[in-house]
């Protein structure tokens, strides 16, 4: 017998090309987008939550940082005023003169009175329920509704 490869009739050669006897690979297989598909998933896994974590526990600071710039400016309102801003004058107060209110040096927050980091207004009570001697000044938080254990506020110790 001869070693000459018989070529179909048309003269065309219908074997893949090979290159040094390794058969030449054009694309990934499903297996091994399968498993990048796993590993990019195993380390999403793990490191969605901790940035969440990290971002949640960043909101939370800032509403302590707001709530310590919302007291601020509610104290130099009192000095200069002699009293604290009605519920129903709220913290609008601090930006805004309230009508019969004498010695008014404000605005005492000098961009506006910021919402919480979820969007909500911040909350604001005269005579406070929890310090009945001045004001209770809370954010819902992350929930947005009131009560429940993410209220944060200026009378509970943190």
Do not use: C
């Not at 050669?13 to 030449?24: E, M, Q, V, W």
């Not at 009175?113 to 969007?119: A, I, L, R, T």
């Amino acid at each position: 017998m001869n070693n000459e490869t018989t070529l179909p009739l048309d003269g065309a050669d219908r074997r893949p090309p090979r290159r040094s006897g390794k058969r030449l690979r054009r694309a990934f297989t499903l297996l091994e987008m399968l498993l990048v598909l796993v590993i990019i998933t195993a380390l999403a896994g793990v490191v969605a939550p901790r940035f969440a974590r990290r971002s949640e526990q960043a909101r939370i600071t800032a509403v302590l940082a707001d709530i310590a710039t919302l007291e601020l400016a509610l104290e130099s309102f009192e000095i200069d005023t002699g009293r604290y801003p009605t519920t129903e004058e709220g913290l609008r107060a601090l930006i805004q003169e309230p009508a019969n209110v004498r010695q008014w040096n404000g605005p005492y927050i000098r961009r506006g009175v910021p919402s919480d980091p979820w969007g909500n207004p911040y909350q604001y009570r005269q005579p406070g329920v929890h310090n009945s001697a001045s004001y209770d000044l809370w954010s819902f938080g992350p929930d947005g509704r009131e009560g429940g254990e993410d209220d944060i506020d200026n009378w509970s110790e943190r």
